[in-house]
């Protein structure tokens, strides 16, 4: 069992260093499940179409249905875990450099043109969406508009969480913009 599970773990590793996610995945799950003899290639496609169907990413819920088929829920919790070994191995090296060299020139260079560009991209989120929420066939949405004000007080003014922001707002929505 404890082999299996070591198996599963690294062949579930394997597949997080050496693909990008989503479907580049898929491949590469059929030939460690096919060349284990865990499962045959109609058994993986059966799990990949659970795994679409089902919320969370592919990889995870892939690791997760073909490491239950095969060793139950520990296989599961391997599995997933060596999806997950190559983004925590990635994120804890960048930690560590980042707290390394947090005060050097070099990075302190680089951080004065990365915040910018996040704030951008932050920018360049929120002009979109709001497009897309408060603008509908060229006109200004005032029940939308309404909505996201009071969220915004909600949020900032108030301190609500923000679960219980999105409640209120899918409550308001119903209730203000059927037709939406």
Not at 104 to 133: D, E
Request: with cysteine.
């Amino acid at each position: 069992m404890i082999g299996t599970l070591l198996a599963l773990f690294w062949s579930f590793c394997k597949i997080g260093f050496t693909s990008f996610g989503g479907m580049s995945m898929i491949p590469l799950i059929n030939s460690e499940m096919v060349s284990h003899g865990w499962m045959n290639a109609m058994e993986v496609t059966d799990i990949v179409a659970i795994a679409e169907m089902t919320p969370g990413p592919l990889g995870l819920n892939c690791a997760t249905f073909a490491g239950i088929r095969v060793a139950g829920i520990l296989g599961a919790l391997s599995a997933n875990l060596g999806v997950l070994a190559p983004t925590f191995t990635i994120c804890a090296a960048a930690a560590v450099f980042f707290e390394k060299f947090k005060n050097g020139a070099v990075l302190t260079h680089i951080m004065v043109l990365v915040r910018p560009v996040c704030i951008g991209l932050i920018w360049g989120v929120i002009v979109t969406l709001a497009r897309t929420n408060y603008i509908a066939g060229g006109a200004i949405q005032p029940d939308s508009v309404i909505i996201g004000l009071l969220c915004a007080y909600l949020v900032v003014g108030r301190g609500w969480s923000v679960p219980k922001v999105i409640g209120v707002a899918a409550v308001l929505g119903i209730v203000l913009c059927p037709a939406v």
